[in-house]
């Protein structure tokens, strides 16, 4: 990996740590919009881990106002490029109808993509939604359609950064 994207991984993961840890002492601190621009400068050129930490902040309205539908635009983004945590939020978007139409094809297949990639609350939730709401059939068809995300996620992932 090239040194510059190693720094700027680097400095996004940083970014992370301090705007959540702000976040949690003052919600109302204005450095939670100077970091929404620092990730959305980042996300904007494709970087995976900022556009998920972007669709983060507007799941939970974090220095900007709580918007669905942009939370699942860029975990969708994140989601597309292998970052599991995107791929769990947007399956529960999918799951809830938050931000998206409902749709539990599309939410499990998230939820497995994510849970692939060891994310254990995502297969937990992904075996509820099939035991509860899906029919075999469906089951079936969504198990191709992660094949198919899964195919689309390796031919063209930038990877995390």
């Known amino acids: 990996m090239p040194l510059q994207d190693r720094f700027i991984f680097r400095f996004s993961c940083i970014l992370t740590v301090i705007f ?20 959305r400068k980042l996300a904007e050129q494709g970087y995976a881990n900022a556009q998920s930490n972007l669709g983060l902040i507007y799941d939970n309205g974090q220095g900007v106002l709580q918007d669905y539908k942009e939370a699942a635009r860029w975990y969708r983004k994140a ?48 075996d509820y939604l099939a035991d509860r709401f899906m029919t075999p059939q469906q089951i079936a068809s969504a198990q191709e359609l992660t094949a198919e995300l899964q195919a689309d996620i390796e031919g063209t992932s930038k990877g995390y950064f």
Do not use: C
């Open 20 to 39: 959540i840890s702000l976040i949690l002492v003052n919600p109302h601190w204005s450095f939670a919009e100077d970091a929404t621009q620092v990730f």
């Open 79 to 126: 989601a597309e490029q292998g970052v599991a945590d995107a791929q769990y939020n947007l399956g529960l978007m999918y799951f809830s109808g938050q931000g998206v139409p409902q749709d539990y094809k599309k939410a499990y297949a998230w939820l497995n993509l994510a849970a692939s990639q060891g994310n254990a609350e995502a297969a937990n939730i992904r």
